[in-house]
């Protein structure tokens, strides 16, 4: 059965970063031989004394400890930061319920506030808001100089208030100004309809949902409903435009087409902390045909399941590079002044392939056609172009990510429509439909030459030692 945690995957939900995330209790106790550093942290306290005293206004001084720690955290990726109390309840509220806000995914990026994405149906997506987009400005106030959470904070608010935003947007001369007024975020985050008569569409646009695997099974049981089994040709998962969420969400999605199989594993500092996370028996969609949608803007924990369900060959992608964030953050509370959130680990698929700043490339590349109006405004992103992020085993200059653009109207979308005819045997291609039993093959092949490899090694080093003692 599916092992539970308490992660989080994504990159930052409208409110809150929520990059990766294990909740801890503990901080490991400092090494021995630390001393010379704690003794340099004195500097630290000189320089917060001469500012508290002398500074020409009193200054504030929790906020000058937390830009401070802020400071350090975001010199090391740009997933880890600090949290105060009030945004982390802010961030467990926004896992189970709803909240008031724009309905932004968002980073920070050059002193800025980049969108990864817009969510469907938001404040956010309706006013234009489009994936890429640096928010400059917030209500007249410049971000520059803020960190995440204050921006993000700047960006909540009661629904109904307006909110005025400048954005800059690559290709346009001239800031974009908005008025967004502020709606109900909902944490549905699952969608779904059947296709052409006979083909459930299924669409994740987010994994911050400590329900989504219960909205996820709700969702097929509607498609099943509406087409008879012997009429149901497959289904197609949506993950553009995703930009992650809870690790344990990723799992449980993995797990409802899968009957077993490791879906991921984290791998940190410490080699005895290697965590594996398996499927358990038990396909919901019966073993049916399916085809995963990716591309620029599916990160993190959609890429576990995109990963997850390639490797064991359960299902097909179509669409373009994935996004690349293969981090995790695990959430330390200190007490009640906040919690700190740190990249621990990276994340690897059933393969053993790290998508750091490579991402995933899909089985059938489908170039998404972007309208004339927005061709020239709309550029890939990736984890890799971010500054400061942590250099993947594998990455190259090819880097990761491509365009994040999905069309609102069906009829529009190159890659959907790729899909159906795949399903309705309109296309055909090698790749369709996926194999479980390659997959068992082809993994214990990789585990065969992986021993062999390390026999080899092995034995090179025998005769070293040989070498040696003669």
């Known amino acids: 059965m599916i092992r539970r945690a308490t992660l989080l995957l994504a990159g930052v939900a409208i409110g809150a970063s929520v990059t990766g995330v294990i909740f801890s209790a503990d901080i490991p106790a400092r090494a021995a031989g630390d001393d010379s ?239 594996r996370f398996d499927a358990g028996p038990g396909d919901l969609t019966n073993g049916k045909p399916l085809i995963v949608l990716i591309n620029g803007g599916s990160a993190s924990a959609s890429e576990i399941v995109a990963g997850a369900l390639h490797d064991l060959k359960r299902a097909t992608l179509v669409g373009t590079r994935s996004f690349g964030k293969g981090s995790v953050q695990t959430i330390v509370p200190l007490g009640n002044e906040g919690s700190l959130r740190l990249t621990t680990a990276l994340y690897y698929t059933p393969s053993g392939t790290s998508i750091q700043g490579t991402g995933i490339k899909p089985d059938i590349v489908v170039q998404q056609k972007l309208p004339d109006d927005i061709k020239d405004l709309v550029v890939p992103e990736g984890e890799s172009s971010l500054r400061g992020h942590i250099q993947g085993a594998d990455e190259t200059d090819a880097g990761s990510g491509s365009v994040a653009y999905v069309p609102q109207d069906p009829k529009d979308d190159v890659q959907l429509q790729f899909a159906l005819d795949l399903l309705e045997g309109k296309k055909t291609d090698p790749s369709f439909p996926a194999d479980p039993n390659k997959a068992v093959q082809e993994l214990q092949s990789k585990e065969q030459q992986t021993q062999a490899a390390a026999e080899t090694d092995s034995k090179t080093d025998d005769t070293k030692t040989d070498d040696k003692a003669n």
Not at 178 to 204: C, H, L, W
Not at 208 to 228: G, Y
């Open 37 to 275: 550093t704690y003794k340099e942290m004195s500097l630290f306290g000189d320089v917060f004394e001469r500012v508290r005293a002398q500074y020409v206004t009193p200054p504030d001084e929790q906020k000058m400890i937390e830009d401070a720690i802020n400071g350090m955290l975001s010199g090391l990726d740009p997933h880890s930061s600090y949290m105060t109390a009030k945004e982390s309840e802010e961030m467990r509220d926004e896992s189970k319920g709803e909240f008031g806000g724009l309905g932004i995914e968002v980073t920070m990026e050059d002193e800025v506030v980049k969108v990864v994405a817009p969510i469907d149906d938001t404040p956010a997506a309706k006013a234009g808001v489009m994936a890429g987009d640096k928010i400059i400005e917030i209500d007249h106030q410049s971000v520059r100089g803020m960190s995440l959470n204050d921006a993000v904070n700047l960006m909540r608010g009661e629904v109904g208030q307006p909110i005025d935003v400048t954005i800059m947007r690559d290709g346009v001369d001239k800031p974009i100004d908005m008025t967004i007024v502020r709606g109900v975020i909902p944490m549905n985050s699952v969608k779904a309809r059947v296709e052409n008569g006979d083909v459930g569409y299924i669409r994740i646009s987010t994994f911050m949902n400590e329900k989504l695997d219960e909205n996820l099974k709700d969702a097929i049981e509607k498609i099943q409903s509406e087409v008879p089994e012997d009429k149901l040709k497959g289904y197609i998962l949506d993950l553009r435009l995703n930009p992650g969420g809870f690790l344990n969400q990723a799992v449980a999605v993995s797990d409802t087409f899968l009957t077993g199989g490791e879906v991921v594993s984290t791998r940190g500092r410490n080699p005895q902390e290697t965590r």
